[in-house]
């Protein structure tokens, strides 16, 4: 009796411990993610990078390689972007924001086409996905579809009313079309939805100066 009880304190005292390396695993897992996703909504690849690697060593997952994805495309390596987007998607078919991001990295590659398709495929997941239709917008741009990307600007501002970049996008977009008015309307809206970004400000900038108008009533500005 007493050796089946020494027996079972050992398998007792063995599972407690498997537990605790388990947990203490999960537990600086998602420190280190933490960490990884701190460093890269400020902009520190360098920092980001190094524990995006370390993350994919302990455990690949479609959404940590997607970030490091983003880390990488961040850092000007998006041939290496690529590779994690591939990754993703081949572990997860129906990885939604796999898609949107391998778009993205397509379209500065320079491969309009296949960004299309893997925004379409994105759209096809998640129809409501503001990020796929705001992309998808900036890619009918470049390609010269300003009808097509105002509806797709248009339909993300819909769906996320406080989209700052959709507004803007719009803004873009109408003035592309000649719609000046409609256009510092649009830029309106996306001031009033907070920080626009700074390479869109610039870009909106520079078609304002080309487009004198005034916002509000959209009267041209008589000069």
């Given at each position: 009796?007493?050796?089946?009880?020494?027996?079972?304190?050992?398998?007792?005292?063995?599972?407690?411990?498997?537990?605790?390396?388990?947990?203490?695993?999960?537990?600086?897992?998602?420190?280190?993610?933490?960490?990884?996703?701190?460093?890269?909504?400020?902009?520190?690849?360098?920092?980001?990078?190094?524990?995006?690697?370390?993350?994919?060593?302990?455990?690949?997952?479609?959404?940590?390689?997607?970030?490091?994805?983003?880390?990488?495309?961040?850092?000007?390596?998006?041939?290496?972007?690529?590779?994690?987007?591939?990754?993703?998607?081949?572990?997860?078919?129906?990885?939604?924001?796999?898609?949107?991001?391998?778009?993205i990295a397509?379209?500065?590659?320079?491969?309009?086409?296949?960004?299309?398709?893997?925004?379409?495929?994105?759209?096809?997941?998640?129809?409501?996905?503001?990020?796929a239709l705001?992309?998808?917008?900036?890619?009918?741009?470049?390609?010269?579809?300003?009808?097509?990307?105002?509806?797709?600007?248009?339909?993300?501002?819909?769906?996320l009313p406080?989209?700052?970049?959709?507004?803007?996008?719009?803004?873009?977009?109408?003035?592309?079309?000649?719609?000046?008015?409609?256009?510092?309307?649009?830029?309106?809206?996306?001031?009033?939805?907070?920080?626009?970004?700074?390479?869109?400000?610039?870009?909106?900038?520079?078609?304002?100066?080309?487009?004198?108008?005034?916002?509000?009533?959209?009267?041209?500005?008589?000069?």
């Open positions: 009796m007493p050796i089946l009880l020494s027996a079972g304190l050992i398998v007792l005292c063995g599972l407690l411990l498997f537990i605790v390396v388990v947990m203490s695993k999960i537990v600086v897992y998602r420190i280190r993610l933490a960490i990884a996703n701190r460093y890269l909504r400020r902009g520190d690849h360098v920092r980001a990078i190094p524990q995006y690697c370390r993350l994919v060593v302990q455990g690949p997952s479609p959404s940590v390689l997607r970030l490091r994805g983003i880390a990488y495309g961040t850092a000007g390596r998006h041939d290496l972007a690529l590779a994690d987007f591939d990754e993703a998607i081949r572990m997860n078919p129906k990885f939604a924001l796999g898609y949107v991001e391998r778009g397509k379209g500065v590659m320079g491969d309009l086409p296949g960004a299309t398709n893997d925004l379409d495929a994105a759209l096809a997941l998640e129809p409501g996905s503001h990020l705001v992309n998808r917008a900036w890619i009918k741009r470049l390609k010269g579809d300003y009808n097509g990307a105002l509806t797709d600007f248009s339909r993300a501002a819909e769906l406080g989209y700052a970049e959709a507004w803007a996008g719009a803004c873009v977009i109408q003035f592309h079309l000649g719609n000046r008015a409609e256009a510092f309307r649009n830029y309106e809206r996306a001031k009033a939805c907070g920080v626009i970004d700074k390479d869109l400000e610039a870009l909106i900038s520079n078609l304002m100066m080309t487009n004198p108008v005034h916002s509000r009533g959209g009267q041209v500005d008589p000069m």
